[in-house]
């Protein structure tokens, strides 16, 4: 459990970067429907959310608790609902939405099943 939360956390870090990137070159450069200040925002907002799931799946233990799990899911859901509607730079969120809430889900489920069994 350990190996897949560093991998899920350093991943999501990856994207915040990715994203942030992607916010200030538009920002710089607008190409979007909604202007600079609309697309580059909303990438701000959405690298946060990227770099706060990430940074809690690193530096939470795993154990018996799904707690950090379920957090970075609710996280990544909320990217997802944004990705999906198309806020932003549309293709290219939707993809890494999509992607780091596959990734999510597949350590949540991991977690899940490697979960200590009380007798």
Do not use: C
């Not at 701000?44 to 939470?60: H, K, N, P, Q, S």
């Not at 859901?77 to 990705?83: E, K, T």
């Not at 993809?95 to 597949?106: D, M, R, T």
Request: hydrophobic share 55%.
């Amino acid at each position: 459990m350990r190996i897949t939360k560093l991998i899920t956390g350093l991943a999501l870090i990856a994207w915040a970067v990715f994203t942030l990137a992607q916010a200030l070159n538009l920002n710089v450069n607008p190409a979007g429907d909604g202007g600079p200040a609309l697309n580059g925002s909303w990438g701000l907002v959405i690298a946060g959310l990227y770099l706060v799931a990430g940074m809690i799946d690193l530096t939470t233990q795993p154990g018996v608790a799904l707690n950090s799990d379920v957090t970075v899911l609710v996280l990544v859901l909320i990217v997802w609902l944004m990705g999906i509607s198309e806020v932003g730079f549309s293709l290219d969120l939707t993809l890494w939405s999509y992607l780091a809430l596959g990734l999510v889900s597949l350590n949540v489920i991991w977690d899940v099943r490697h979960l200590p069994v009380e007798s």
